[in-house]
């Protein structure tokens, strides 16, 4: 089975409702994100309070000036998503930027287990995963509508 898409090709496999559950799973995953990025923001300033003592500050305050900057970018699109109703056909292209930031986000957080691994450290280190798995956890529950976002 296939159906047309707003440009008029064939899309193999789509049935004529999947336009419209996709919408819907990117309007739950929008809004979800404002959750993912308020969590994403106290969870990195508080990993930025406890390696404080421990890192080099320059490295942190970087890392998180970049976690900052994308969060803020990441609710501005949640904020601009959110104040109007999208139809059906603009889904892709949101669910590709959520996946974008989501991207960028967990790099970062990837980031910061490199960056501040120190060997002599393991309590940081422990604390740095048990951050990540949390983070983990936390967005299969809010992200769980797009898979690609997660």
């Not at 970049?66 to 892709?92: D, G, H, N, W």
Request: positive net charge.
């Amino acid at each position: 089975m296939s159906t047309r898409t707003s440009t008029g090709t064939a899309t193999p496999g789509r049935g004529p409702f999947d336009d419209v559950v996709e919408a819907e799973l990117v309007r739950h995953l929008y809004r979800q994100s404002g959750h993912v990025v308020f969590g994403s923001v106290f969870i990195g300033c508080f990993v930025t309070y406890v390696l404080w003592n421990n890192v080099a500050h320059r490295e942190l305050l970087a890392w998180l000036s970049a976690l900052m900057v994308v969060c803020i970018l990441r609710f501005t699109s949640v904020k601009v998503y959110c104040r109007r109703k999208r139809p059906p056909e603009q889904s892709t292209r949101w669910a590709l930027v959520a996946t974008a930031f989501s991207f960028v986000a967990s790099s970062l957080w990837a980031v910061a287990c490199f960056l501040f691994f120190d060997p002599a450290q393991p309590l940081i280190f422990a604390a740095l995963i048990v951050v990540i798995l949390g983070l983990t956890g936390g967005s299969a529950i809010l992200l769980a509508s797009y898979l690609p976002a997660y």
